[in-house]
């Protein structure tokens, strides 16, 4: 537990130190800089795997001491793999529920969301008019997965060697619930700079890092348990890709709302994510038996 409360400042106050640099330092800001804002951010998630490796060091442990850098595929990386796009078709729906919000084909939201320069707007726009929404879907979703085994995962696992390696770990005494409450709550502070500098939520970026906690403790009960069930943290680098790569499928069909409401990280991601807790939950419980989310971390990994 020690190691654990020694880690969660010094990853923030370090990481946070690179965006201040890149904001203050440099005027980084994904609204006016997007392209070098990307670049940021790819390199602020290593940040918790090399505070991780350095501390590691320091303690003479070796990179893989926890056994959690596992590449043996089991049945759980294809769930948390596909898990990710089951969840955001089920959030446009919800999202669709919200008041003051329809579920339409937006061409403007993808326009400005890769920011397509103005004298080739009207070209994409005739593109996608043409192209059935369905087909749409598909290729995003296609396109997605792979995006998640490939440049998302080796990115994402950057953020998870820390949050659900080292701190799986450091928390070995510490029962499921607490534990993945406080790796969930330090992963959504740490978001913070980002979201200050216009990420998730560019119209509400102050009570979007709060909003932003709470996705990732959510988030972080889910990437936990397919952790614990794996034996391995590659499982939660495949599902925090394969969210960053689908979830953005929500923005195409929303008309209203707000960035409160909206997407994985609004309200309706909350309710979904909630709603696949509670499977998981009885799951574990009824189904499995595993009885994973009544042990502490340790007992989990040694079932």
Known sequence: MKKAIKFAPIVCLVSWAFAAIARFGFGMDKEGTPIFFTVFAVAYMFFPMITAWVM????????????????????????????????????????????????????EQLINQYHVPEDQQEMVREQLGSMPAYLMVLIAIVSGL?????????????????????????????????????????????????????????NESLWGSLLMVVFCILAGIIELYFVLKAKSMIVAAIFHGS????????????????????????????????????????????????????????EALER
């Open 243 to 298: 969210v960053n790569a689908v979830s953005g499928l929500t923005i195409y069909f929303t008309l209203g709302g707000n960035d409160f409401v909206n997407g994985m990280v609004g309200l309706s991601g909350v309710i979904v994510m909630t709603i696949t807790i509670l499977c998981i939950w009885i799951y574990d419980k009824c189904i499995s038996k595993d009885n994973i989310c009544s042990l502490t971390l340790g």
């Open 56 to 107: 590691q060091k320091i303690d003479g442990e070796k990179f893989n001491h926890t056994g959690l850098v596992n590449f043996k595929v089991k049945w759980s990386w294809v769930v948390a793999w596909l898990l990710p796009v089951v969840m955001t078709l089920v959030c446009i729906l919800v999202n669709g529920l919200m008041p003051g919000v329809s579920l339409q084909y937006n061409a």
């Open 146 to 202: 792979m995006a998640a085994v490939t440049i998302n995962g080796v990115c994402a696992f950057g953020e998870e060697f820390g949050w659900r390696n080292y701190f799986v770990g450091a928390l070995r005494e510490v029962k499921f619930w607490p534990a993945a409450l406080f790796i969930g709550f330090i992963w959504g502070i740490w978001h913070m700079p980002l979201i200050l500098m216009g990420h998730n939520y560019p």
